[in-house]
């Protein structure tokens, strides 16, 4: 047994109860020298010990949420990469950067590094990994809302990637793009975004997680436009198919929340209920976050407005968090508080304006607020009274039919005498 290999399982036994001679072992065994090129069996273990070493003290700083240790061991993996193919190093340094995603608040130093290593691979002329690395830091920036650099990254990923025909990086930088674009809040190059990755992906084998991402991205596109049947049906194949893999649950909870929040959108709610008796649905029906939006879903069945923002405030973190959501919700808040005061205001022809914002447990400027909007929008007519307070609601205008039926017959006349004219004209 070599030094490093007895180095090495004294670090594993001491990681639990003691972690800083476990941290002093790995370094050891990564600071070792290499053996000389002839004793071939003894450098392949002490290359297999110190890739060991690295992933070791990697889930070592991840654990300890300590993010600035786990960049220390990407920096150091580089002498060790430097010797080993590039296939086992790609491997290595993605294994090493997804410890960042346990720790929590780590994306500035996750984008330093990833900087660092983009540097790095471009001078070891590593094209492969320098894509990967910019794939990654383009979606660590949409994270952060950072979109232009975001954009700016994609435009130069994309012009290699189209000259390297890599159909399968393709599909995942236009994916990208889309959800970026949609973060700016450009509908149109989102959706001509997910075109050109869906043609992409139509050209090879697109494995099931990257497809179910392609659907959830169409979903989120077609609610935006508010097609919230075919938004639905989306979702649902992105929610069966990353339950059936059982690997990402974020996501297969994200879209059963999307699913149910498309039946609310649609005036079902009390679909929300059979929707969560489904097989693969039944282990999230316990879940704070589906219980936040059974919640929306039975105050927007009461039509109780009271109870919808009970819901938002009660489950504040679970909603306002996804911004598909909280913008929906939004939407959805408006039409509620229109039906509440349309409900309010339709049997008066002269309302106060505080008896309003009573029943509806507003206050009074919003109230008047949305009152002035919904008249211009001639949901129904009436003019707001200032001086008194009042709204003054009347009934709706009947169209005189006597002016539409004037105009037209003088539109005859006119083609009557333009046709006289060019028979007098051509008999002349």
Not at 4 to 30: F, G, M, P, W
Request: hydrophobic share 40%; glycine share 4%.
């Amino acid at each position: 047994m070599s030094k490093s290999t007895e180095l090495l399982a004294e670090a594993v036994s001491a990681s639990k109860s003691d972690s800083k001679r476990s941290e002093s072992l790995y370094k050891q065994i990564l600071s070792s020298t290499k053996p000389s090129t002839h004793e071939n069996s003894q450098q392949t273990q002490t290359l297999r010990d110190q890739e060991t070493a690295l992933v070791n003290l990697g889930q070592l700083y991840r654990d300890q949420n300590n993010a600035a240790g786990v960049a220390e061991v990407i920096t150091l993996s580089r002498s060790f990469m430097s010797s080993t193919a590039k296939a086992k190093t790609a491997k290595l340094i993605r294994t090493l950067l997804d410890y960042f995603n346990a720790i929590p608040n780590s994306q500035k130093i996750q984008m330093t590094v990833l900087q660092d290593n983009i540097e790095w691979a471009k001078r070891e002329k590593r094209i492969f990994l320098k894509q990967s690395l910019e794939t990654r830091l383009a979606g660590l920036q949409l994270e952060t809302h950072e979109y232009k650099p975001a954009l700016a990254l994609i435009d130069t990923l994309l012009t290699e990637l189209r000259r390297l025909d890599d159909k399968m990086i393709l599909t995942e930088v236009h994916l990208l793009e889309s959800r970026v674009y949609r973060g700016i809040g450009n509908m149109a190059k989102a959706k001509a975004a997910l075109t050109s990755a869906r043609t992409a992906a139509n050209s090879i084998y697109c494995p099931p997680a990257l497809q179910s991402s392609l659907d959830l991205q169409s979903g989120i596109l077609h609610a935006e436009d508010k097609d919230y049947t075919t938004a639905y049906s989306y979702f649902y194949e992105a929610f069966e198919s990353l339950s059936t893999q059982g690997e990402d649950d974020g996501k297969a909870l994200s879209a059963l929340k999307y699913m149910m929040l498309c039946k609310i959108m649609l005036n079902l709610p009390e679909d929300v209920t059979s929707l969560l008796s489904i097989k693969l649905a039944v282990k999230y029906a316990q879940l704070r976050e589906v219980e936040s939006m059974r919640s929306v879903a039975k105050a927007h069945q009461a039509r109780n407005l009271a109870d919808f923002e009970k819901a938002l405030k009660d489950y504040k973190d679970e909603l306002s968090s996804d911004p598909t959501i909280r913008s929906h919700l939004s939407d959805l808040y408006d039409a509620l508080l229109q039906q509440n005061l349309l409900r309010i205001v339709e049997p008066y022809s002269v309302v106060e304006l505080e008896y309003i914002a009573e029943c509806v447990g507003q206050g009074r400027q919003s109230v008047e607020t949305k009152l002035s909007q919904m008249i211009l929008d001639k949901v129904f007519y009436g003019v707001l009274d200032q001086g008194r307070g009042c709204l003054l609601v009347f009934d709706e205008p009947k169209a005189d039919e006597m002016y539409d039926s004037a105009i037209n017959t003088l539109g005859q006349v006119s083609k009557v005498v333009e046709s006289l004219y060019a028979k007098s004209v051509s008999i002349a």
